[in-house]
């Protein structure tokens, strides 16, 4: 009986032990479990974006790589194949960037201008004119993604005196796209694309450059314009 007792307290003692050593490991930050913990919410992560992406759910992706990642992912690494990257000054590019995101998902991120442009009509006029006759190239915010690490890279802007704005030009002289795949498109008041997707192709000599999409501004929030952009994006060739 006695016997018997001892042997069971060893086998307390022993799992005590064992209890002893495994929990200090749990306590000093787990290394193995929380490892593959976090790495499980990085793939969880990496799912719910290409999910997004895939499934052309839209929001969901871009909400879950912005909640989720709190700007690593933006940086570091790519969270999907495939970024919108647009310039929009009075909204009209940026809802067509939101339709493409509705229908294809992936990242997306606005080029804003480090000096905010004049918000009155003529003034930004007589101001883009003056940036285009220098030749300037205004500097923009950092995007916090590279975008040259994504296979399939949606570039949108207006149309600014019959060509591409000048910040535009900044972004394509930053990045080298050689390798990825460039979807232009743009928003006009008749100028249609102003000759800039080709202008895109001789930039980007070693990207492929696919048909862009030219929704005039006002037609923009027409359901025209959804169907255009949905057709569109049905249309492309992409992998
Ligand atoms: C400074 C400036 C210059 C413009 N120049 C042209 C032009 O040459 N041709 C054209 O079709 N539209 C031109 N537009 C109209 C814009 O391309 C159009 O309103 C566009 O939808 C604006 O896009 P956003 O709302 O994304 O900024 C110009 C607009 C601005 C503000």
Redesign the pocket.
Known sequence: MRKEVRIDMKRVTSILLALLLVLPLAACGVTESGANTSAAEQNDNTEITSAGSDETTGTPATEASSESTEGTQRTDSRASDTLIVYF???????TIANYIHDEIGGDMVQIIPTVEYPHV?EE??DY??AEQDNDERPTFEELGVDPTSYQTVFIGY??????LPMIMETFFDTYDFSGVTIVPFN?????RD?GTYDMIRDREPNAAVLDGLLIR?GD?GNDESKTAVKEWIAGLDLE
């Open positions: 929009s000054e009075s909204g009209n590019t940026d009509y930004l006029a883009a004119k207006p149309i600014w005196w019959y060509s928003t006009h008041e008749g100028s102003g501004g923009v």
